[in-house]
């Protein structure tokens, strides 16, 4: 959206905001006075639009997000931020039961450890969202909680800064999940998760996971291999299945002999059946309750592990294979739906709803049903509807 269309400039979002936003606010017990001191100086940012707009990061095949999420430079800063702070992460540990090298793997891969936290302000970029971005109800009701968490004394308006979809501090929380889910670890009263310290901030992811089921002593999830003839009509996070199952299957560990019972676990191939493989555990459910992403919680689970010591991965990538772009993602999820598999949306992005429907249609079609979104499966999409 440009600012040259009608309302779209700053008087109209100034107009908007005592129009609309304040009586919603004041009618969720946000005092006046709270209000228009927070909201003075708010701004309508066009870029966050354009950035909503082009987040291409949801279209970069796992070997690049990969590249990325566990780069060397990470797991070296992660494995120093530990030992720095190792007298805080083993209280955190003590305390919420979930282990330093995974609290220290979400705040790498969310603010390299505390460097990136973010600079726009985050009043304003929700403001911004909720005005004129996608999900504007969603945004209205996080701009309101985060009027909250002002008047509550945690952090002046000014200080609020963070990403431009209004992620905040150390671990990029929302403010319905600083909320819900943010500590005062240090004692002082305050829940700052925007301070150069990041007590609080570790503190609090911690609890989140904690919150969301990690249990302590057990692996997000570990690399294996599929045996020749595998069906893979089993895989998928909606699919689980007990240890022995696995192993009757043909399933094996690339780090151990045997599989480890960790209770039921569900097999993810990111790739494809041409790529790695890996069995995803009752603390990846609690990875995907901080970022509902299968990518993110292989990469903050692979991190975990390497910051913990842990080698690479034993397994390759099909790099040669060309990743599909957003209007191919798009024509696929139009296809499938056509086709009687229902993708429940025509986004152009990777989800659990799309990856179901693909293995559906090649389970129908008789293809190798690992639900991947490739080139192979849109040229007999295209087939099928010609």
Known sequence: MTTDQPGAGQDGFRDWIERMVRPKALGRMIRPQTFDSAMA??????????????????????????????????VRNGRAAVRKWRELFNRVEQRFGVEPEVVAAIWGLETGYGVVRGSYPTLSALATLAWRGSRSAFFEDELIAALRIVQAGNVKAERML?????????????????????????????????????????????????????????P???????????????????????????????????????????GVGSILLP??????????????????????????????GLLADRIGGGKGLAGTWP????????????????????????????????????????????MAEGLVADGNLSVELLEALRQRAG
């Open 41 to 74: 100086t708010a701004e309508f940012l066009p870029d966050v639009i354009e950035r909503q707009q082009n987040q291409k990061e949801f279209l970069l095949p796992i070997w690049e997000y990969l590249e990325i999420a566990v780069s060397e430079e990470r």
């Open 162 to 218: 963070g990403s431009w979809a209004g992620a905040m501090g150390h671990g990029q929380f929302i403010p319905s999940s600083f909320l819900d889910f943010a500590v005062d670890f240090d004692g002082d009263n305050r829940r700052d998760i925007w301070s150069d310290d990041p007590t609080d901030a570790i503190g609090s992811i911690a609890n989140y996971l904690a919150k969301h089921g990690w249990r302590r002593g057990q």
């Open 220 to 262: 997000w999830g570990y690399e294996v291999r599929l045996a020749e003839g595998f069906d893979y009509s089993m895989i998928g996070l909606d699919q689980a299945h007990p240890t022995s199952v696995w192993e009757d299957a043909g399933v094996q560990s690339t780090v151990a002999q045997g599989l480890p019972d960790y």
């Open 271 to 300: 790739a494809g059946h041409r790529g790695a493989a890996f069995m995803a555990l009752r603390n990846t459910h609690a990875l995907l309750r901080y970022n509902n992403s299968e990518f993110y919680a292989l990469g903050i």
């Open 319 to 362: 790099m040669a294979e060309r990743v599909l772009d957003r209007n191919e993602v798009q024509e696929v999820q139009s296809l499938l739906t056509d086709h009687g598999f229902p993708t429940q949306g025509i986004d152009g992005f990777r989800g659990p709803n799309t990856t179901r429907a693909a293995r559906a249609y090649q």
